[in-house]
């Protein structure tokens, strides 16, 4: 079966997205793309303030980073996508655009109308403790560790129908990356 063209690296701040995605990317020779590079200055100025974003500031950062999954996709280019992507919402905007904002059925189905990427979401889980211990070491990022737990509420892990695979954080990256690359080959 051919690979998807997106995966997702999902999670909560702190539970290595960004770093399992780059390293995933190069391992596949597939684009990389890390979603906090997109936030807007105004999303990134109220988590700077510890105010924890809200779905009216996540929806149109998400419609971006559809947008910019879809034309790589649609010029043959499969990409490694690093977003939080808590809400099961959160991830249809990124599969189907900013339809799925307003769609009732949130099954993840085509649907007319709704243009659909071929995603696996890989997950990275954790517990609270584990990853806040994680943020306090972290230098120089705007997401303050004190919204960490704002972010542990607003999860949603994924769960069937979605295509998904759920990696513990306590595993190491060399352990993650050949995991998630034979998944790849499989789904």
Not at 65 to 92: E, T
Not at 125 to 134: A, D, K, L, P, Q
Request: glycine content about 8%; some cysteine; charged content about 25%.
């Amino acid at each position: 079966m051919e690979p998807p063209g997106v995966v997702l690296l999902m999670g909560v701040s702190g539970s290595g997205k960004s770093t399992v995605g780059s390293l995933l990317a190069t391992e596949l020779g597939w684009k990389f793309y890390d979603a906090d590079d997109y936030h807007p200055e105004e999303n990134r100025k109220k988590m700077g303030q510890g105010i924890p974003l809200n779905d009216q500031d996540r929806i149109p950062w998400l419609c971006t980073l559809h947008d910019i999954l879809l034309r790589n996709v649609s010029s043959g280019q499969s990409v490694v996508l690093a977003c939080s992507a808590l809400k099961k919402m959160y991830r249809n905007i990124l599969i189907r655009g900013e339809c799925a904002a307003t769609q009732k059925n949130d099954e993840p189905g085509e649907k007319e109308g709704f243009p659909k990427l071929k995603f696996l979401v890989v997950y990275l889980n954790g517990s609270f403790e584990v990853i806040s211990g994680r943020l306090a070491k972290r230098k120089g990022h705007f997401m303050p560790p004190k919204l960490l737990q704002s972010q542990f509420d607003t999860l949603e892990p994924p769960s069937a129908p979605e295509n998904f695979l759920s990696l513990s954080v306590d595993k190491s990256v060399s352990e993650m990356i050949p995991f998630i690359v034979d998944n790849i080959k499989i789904k």
